[in-house]
């Protein structure tokens, strides 16, 4: 069973950089989608960005509207994981990050990148803190 995992969270101040890293850590992962939550106490499970690679063809990249310009997902093919650099950190950004994945890649398209409910593998979360 394929099995996430995150790296790389911790704290950082407001305007700095942290980068997420999620592997399959059993090396198994055959999909071609992979994609970044945040949640805080209290509120819904928040999409933050996604990733859809495929041979031949240029990434497929969504960003939800609070991070957008200010985080970059992308992979890693030699270590076959997906990182997301978060620059220009705010307050509002500290959560819990989520590494996702759908069991079925073709599952994903435009309309509903941003739903917890299509993504059925997940990582057990990295906190990110950032202090103003």
């Known amino acids: 069973q394929v099995t996430l995992v995150e790296s790389g969270g911790g704290l950082v101040q407001a305007g700095g950089s942290l980068k997420l890293s999620c592997a399959d850590s059993?090396?198994?992962?055959?999909?071609?989608?992979m994609g970044w939550f945040r949640q805080t106490p209290g509120l819904e499970r928040e999409f933050v960005a996604v990733i859809r690679w495929s041979d031949g063809s240029d990434d497929v990249l969504f960003y939800g509207d609070s991070v957008k310009g200010r985080f970059t997902i992308s992979r890693d093919t030699v270590n076959k994981s997906v990182s997301l650099q978060m620059n220009s950190m705010k307050p509002e950004d500290t959560a819990i990050y989520y590494c996702?994945?759908?069991?079925?890649?073709?599952?994903?398209?435009?309309?509903?990148?941003?739903?917890?409910?299509?993504?059925?593998?997940w990582g057990q979360g990295t906190q990110v803190t950032v202090s103003s």
């Open positions: 059993k090396g198994i992962f055959s999909g071609y989608v």
């Open positions: 996702a994945a759908p069991l079925r890649s073709t599952r994903l398209d435009r309309y509903n990148y941003y739903r917890p409910p299509i993504y059925d593998l």
